[in-house]
């Protein structure tokens, strides 16, 4: 009797508990707008494997060595000959404007003293700085060491049809332009000794001053280059590399040019 009474107190209670307990949460006026917000979110991280890449974004340069592609950091290539419609056939552009070059290497500036010395003798012996061509009619309004770049160019436009190479190593236009933008100069710089030294050591690099001064280049290799420049110095067959043509000839021997370059290039025949 006792166990009877018992259990139905117990039916009595879970009951009432049932009528308390709500089937499904009630909605907090608090969170009534947010809630749907929320629901719609989706989540923050999602794990999963990335699609592959294009082979277009993951072969491009990189900012960071090592990674596929290169480096942005790293040298630039070698510029490709041939890029520059007025470089010199078989040299090279400088790396950067205005960039000296007298003073790099194990020799100091000797060797490049030396070889203006030669290329001043070959090609305005008489007038140095100062020579203008002889085939020019109409001679520029002062010495050239006296004019800006600016005003000998304003000569060389005013006189076509003449020939224009000038200073003391005799630059012709085209050349003279390219070099004077290879040196970072402007026209506004007189055509002075120490400028006419500084655009020759563009032409000097390019034909290979810094590799021969390495030994990776042979001094007659260099010479010939040198005389693919200037029209007045022989190549390795004696003659001019330009010989015939609007009249050039070598103005000094083979033997000479060889002797000169050998006291700073001993090594490098």
């Not at 494997?49 to 790293?74: H, N």
């Not at 085939?135 to 770049?149: K, V, Y």
């Not at 015939?244 to 090594?267: H, T």
Request: hydrophobic letters at 40%.
């Amino acid at each position: 009797m006792i166990l009877k009474h018992l259990f139905a107190a117990t039916l009595a209670a879970s009951a009432t508990l049932v009528s308390f307990w709500p089937d499904r949460p009630q909605a907090n006026p608090r969170t009534t707008v947010a809630a749907p917000l929320m629901q719609k979110r989706g989540p923050l991280i999602v794990s999963r494997d990335p699609a592959p890449r294009p082979a277009a974004l993951t072969q491009g340069p990189s900012l960071f060595a090592g990674q596929a592609g290169g480096s942005m950091f790293a040298p630039l290539p070698p510029r490709p000959a041939g890029t520059d419609q007025h470089a010199t056939a078989g040299t090279s552009r400088l790396a950067a404007p205005d960039r000296r070059i007298m003073l790099a290497g194990p020799v100091g500036d000797r060797d490049v003293y030396i070889i203006r010395q030669v290329i001043g003798q070959a090609e305005s012996h008489r007038d140095g700085y100062d020579a203008v061509v002889f085939g020019a009619d109409i001679q520029p309004p002062d010495r050239p060491t006296r004019l800006t770049i600016g005003e000998i160019y304003a000569w060389i436009d005013a006189t076509p049809g003449q020939n224009h190479a000038i200073g003391r190593y005799q630059f012709i236009p085209s050349t003279l332009r390219r070099v004077v933008r290879e040196a970072g100069l402007s026209e506004n710089h007189l055509f002075s000794p120490s400028v006419q030294d500084r655009l020759a050591d563009v032409l000097l690099h390019e034909a290979g001053l810094q590799a021969v001064r390495r030994g990776d280049m042979g001094r007659h290799r260099f010479m010939n280059n040198l005389a693919r420049i200037w029209a007045g110095l022989p190549t390795s067959s004696g003659r001019s590399h330009y010989h015939g043509y609007a009249g050039n000839k070598a103005s000094i021997s083979w033997a000479r040019f060889d002797a000169e370059l050998q006291q700073v290039f001993p090594d490098q025949g």
